[in-house]
């Protein structure tokens, strides 16, 4: 296969070829950008492997360029990186890798382009085109990869259990590429997955959940999730996940299987939103039913309290797999623990204080909330569905309503601490906070309408009974 007309399309090809000619090196395209060239998925970082110094090659590439290309050299890992507007050019000379069993860290050496292909996780991430005068543009593929492209298959092109072993993160890599390109894993490969699984332990938290984003942030990310349950590597760094599989039944009665009612819910909310923190909220929003379930012989399973449960687990789960601890953390938190309060607003009565406070409780996180409990409705059944989310289209009217009429949703309290103060002239102690939390639960409750006019009569009252007087004005 001659790729010649499709490296055309930028002139960097051209220029790197003649470059690598005038300094006597073999240069080849390879990697991802190969795979992503032929599958047509737009790419912008490419990866040049040349026989002999990567380095150099950079270095003698840039300086053919009139303006200044910003140009990185890591003398360690003997690579370079330059960055033409925003695309991004590795240059490496191609090696060879051999691992000791008692040592993880391998041995890197000079090696051929099939050295150095070999070395690499998948036969799609095993090709490579040549930038060489005697056949510019030829696709070099020792292991088939453009055959498993068709066959749409993730496989090693070695022994995947040596692969594997030596850089366990590729177990990880192996499903995701599978996820990001909806392929297969090769039958062999699986198996190796699972025979491996526990070596997923010597790889970083960091790496892990790298590649784990991934897998969320694809379309339909079930699909990845089950290829983890099934070859368990999702036991290895997500217990709490997989203690979510699984329906129990006492007296003909069961509950439905968690694990893949999440699932189903984090690909329904995928349809309304890419944004991976609210599908992070998918994924823990039922996260602690295992452990807040019952049966009880009047009604069944429940899991009363999962949603309180499972806030107060969700810091924990971010520590231990590196998400982040800040905003992020929180907006999943806040999701989880408010996911049941929308369907407990359907019933036809619901006050004007219960959707108030959940606006208040909410706040700008309001509408992702209602996505992620559209998303939860999972039922089998479409008119259920279409009544289900009726019903929310509902709520969600009666929500704007109140909202407009009584902007709670990005609550300030209607008097600060400090007209407080000045008022009675006291210094800053706890009675503030009181009078004004009275007052934030007045408005909520509705007892008053949320302006100073009011905020101030009430604080007045208050006051009173605190045995507070207002300061004369001198
Ligand atoms: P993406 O950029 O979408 O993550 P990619 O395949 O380009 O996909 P990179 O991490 O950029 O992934 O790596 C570039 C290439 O380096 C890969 O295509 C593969 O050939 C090789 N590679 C990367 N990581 C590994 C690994 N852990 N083991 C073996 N080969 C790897
Ligand atoms: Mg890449």
Redesign the pocket.
Known sequence: MNLKHRLDEHEVFLRVARVSERLGLETYV???????LILGRP?K?I?FTCVGSGIELAQQVASTYEEHVPLSVFKNFGTAMLKLQDWEL?FVGARKESYRLESRKPIVEDGTLLED?E????T???MAISLNPSNYGELIDPFDGLGDMKRKLIKTPLEPGI?FS??P??ML?AV??AA?LNFDIEADTFFALSENASRLQIISGERIIDELN?VILTSKPSYGFKLLFASRLLHEFFPELVELQGVDSVDDKSHKDNFYHTLQVLDNVCQFSADLWLRWAAILHDIAKPATKRFNPKVGWTFHGHEDKGARMTPGIFRRLKLPMDDRMKYVQKLVKLHLRPIALVKDEVTDSALRRLLFDAGDDIDDLMKLCRADITSKNNKKVQKYLDNFDKVEKKLLEVEEKDQVRNFQPPISGEEIMETFGISPSKIIGDIKEEIKEAILEGRIQNNPEEARNLMMKIALEKGLSPQSKS
């Open positions: 390879v990697g991802g950008y190969v795979r992503d790419s970082d990866d590795e292909l070395r690499r996780d998948f799609i991430n095993a692969t030596d850089d993160l590729r890599r995701r590429f990001q991934k």
